[in-house]
């Protein structure tokens, strides 16, 4: 560390960890994953009853987005209830669908793997009515 100019407190190191939390995330050796303790908060959140509540719910779920393939498909029955701003909040069957279905796929949400360069990169891109989407990835075994 002291050849590559970087510094560490020791009261704040763990070394020869297998795992560990950051950020929300898992992170070892197969890859990561989301934290345990966030995916138990996400699956025990409560239906939003106001804009607020669903504000809030939306930024968590944004912040795992990486997790569930095609998110922003996924979530978009809840974000136009956003656009209702200043008006009554009428939570939708629709929405209640999306909500379920989004706190279902993050706990079965896959291990994202590190890159190497062992393996190729893909730039994977798509469009819907509802969103612009670039993915950058590897195949890996």
């Known amino acids: ?7 560490c407190k020791p009261t704040n190191c763990e070394i020869l960890r297998d795992s560990i939390k950051y950020l929300g995330r898992l992170v ?8 345990p303790e966030a995916v138990e908060a996400f699956l025990t959140w409560k239906a939003p009853k106001t ?28 974000q136009q209830l956003m656009r209702n701003k200043g008006k009554t909040f009428t939570w939708t069957e629709e ?4 909500f379920e279905n989004n706190k279902r796929e993050l706990c079965e949400a896959p291990v994202l793997g590190m890159p190497t360069e062992k393996w190729m990169f893909v730039l994977d891109t798509d469009a819907s009515v509802v969103a612009i989407l670039g993915i950058l ?5």
């Open 28 to 35: 070892d050796k197969h890859g990561v994953r989301p934290d």
């Open 137 to 141: 990835h590897q195949e890996q075994e």
């Open 95 to 98: 929405a209640q669908v999306s």
């Open 51 to 78: 804009d607020i509540q669903l504000m809030s719910f939306l930024g968590f779920a944004n912040y795992y987005r990486e997790f569930i393939q095609g998110y922003a498909d996924k979530i978009y029955p809840m």
């Open 1 to 7: 560390m002291k050849k590559a100019g970087l510094m």
